[in-house]
């Protein structure tokens, strides 16, 4: 007897529509995808092709307009608490410090101040903030903002972490730094993340950090391949096959 192991995250047949100058139009067309636990994967396309809204519909921000997203075998409904997301914009609240922000999700959650504040500390440092913690947004570069957006998703303990262009606003050389620090937490056995999707419109970070390069049509969207990524890690960019898969990519995109 042959026992299939059920897919961990499944997006099965999404179609996604949006109300657009009065009249309904199709945004994503049948999109069908599974992911593994452990995985990381990239999802690039075209600009404005609905990277973002896929990973809204993984999150159970929206409910696709047909399709279901499954999540450890069963239907996915309403907002998956196993997920967290970092953001491109950052998404920091500029009237609390450092540690509030990190903390704002258990706060929600009502767990003891004492809970809080262990939990918080603990992914302050795992993320290198220690030092910033009475610190305001405005007083922080982008990379330490972004690297709190990462603490204040990893605090709720996650098993998934969603990425949505987390470092483009980023100058090239911290994007280096916080890329290299991402891959070190998802390997990292104290952390709960397992799992990473990461939403990017740069072909080379999708190769540098991913087991999986899954590549968007233009609208309606729907995947036009899957790209493994065999490279050893850590990946060096002046690896022979890197342009091979990255002139792949860019192939598909353009
Ligand atoms: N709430 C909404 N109502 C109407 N249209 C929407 C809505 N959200 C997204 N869209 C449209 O759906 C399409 C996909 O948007 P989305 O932001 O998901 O694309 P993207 O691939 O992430 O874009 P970019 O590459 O610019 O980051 C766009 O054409 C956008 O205008």
Request: with cysteine; charged share 25%.
């Amino acid at each position: 007897m042959v026992i299939m192991a059920e897919p961990f995250l499944e997006l099965s047949m999404i179609s996604q529509e949006f109300l657009e100058e009065g009249r309904n139009n199709l945004a994503i067309r049948d999109l069908s995808l599974s992911i593994d636990e452990g995985e990381f994967v990239s999802i690039v396309g075209p600009s404005g092709c609905g990277k973002s809204t896929l990973l809204r519909i993984l999150q159970g921000l929206i409910s696709p307009t047909r399709g279901e997203v499954l999540y450890r075998g069963s239907p996915s409904l309403g907002v998956n608490g196993d997920m967290g997301m970092v953001f491109q914009g950052f998404a920091l609240f500029p009237w609390m410090t450092v540690r509030e922000n990190v903390g704002i999700g258990l706060v929600a959650q009502g767990l003891p101040k004492s809970e809080i504040s262990r939990s918080v500390a603990f992914y302050i440092d795992k993320v290198g903030l220690e030092g910033y913690e009475e610190a305001y947004p405005r007083e922080l570069s982008g990379g330490m903002k972004q690297r709190v957006g990462i603490a204040r998703a990893l605090c709720m303990e996650p098993a998934i972490l969603l990425m949505d262009e987390p470092f483009s606003n980023l100058d090239a050389l911290t994007s280096l730094t916080l890329r290299d620090e991402v891959l070190m937490l998802w390997q990292d056995p104290e952390m709960s993340v397992r799992t990473i999707i990461m939403v990017t419109h740069i072909i080379e970070e999708a190769i540098l950090m991913s087991d999986r390069v899954v590549v968007l049509s233009r609208r309606p969207t729907h995947v036009v391949e899957e790209i493994s990524v065999d490279l050893r890690r850590p990946r060096d960019r002046r690896h022979p096959d890197f342009d091979r898969l990255s002139d792949r990519i860019f192939s598909l995109i353009s």
